[in-house]
């Protein structure tokens, strides 16, 4: 059975951090790409951050650029995102996805993140 399961979300006020997990089982992790999106309120799901399967190469949407990071352990199966200087437009529920192209789309349950002014 396909799992990912976020943590690390919270409240925080703007400016600080918070590293996003998502541990994954039930498939071949090493074979996926690994991705964050994120949903605020009234607003489209949009990708933050992508990262392929060896961790070589990653993407951000232009709004994260240079405050956030994505990494992958392949060995523990997990994804992360590091987030710094948060700020409150960074509010949002943010999901997990791990892609393998024309076959598999996986997504998580979703971690709240809400940054306090």
């Known amino acids: 059975q396909v799992q990912l399961v976020e943590s690390g979300g919270g409240l925080v006020q703007a400016g600080g951090s918070l590293r996003l997990s998502c541990a994954a089982s039930g498939f071949t992790f090493s074979s996926y790409t690994m991705s964050w999106y994120r949903q605020a309120l009234g607003k489209e799901r949009e990708m933050v951050a992508r990262?392929?399967?060896?961790?070589?190469?990653?993407n951000y949407a232009d709004s994260v650029k240079g405050r956030f990071t994505i990494s992958r352990d392949n060995a523990q199966k997990t994804v992360y995102l590091q987030m710094n200087n948060l700020k409150p437009e960074d509010t949002a529920m943010y999901y997990c996805n791990a892609k393998r192209l024309r076959y598999d789309d996986y997504w998580g349950q979703g971690t709240q993140v809400t940054v306090s002014s």
């Open positions: 990262i392929s399967t060896t961790g070589s190469n990653t």
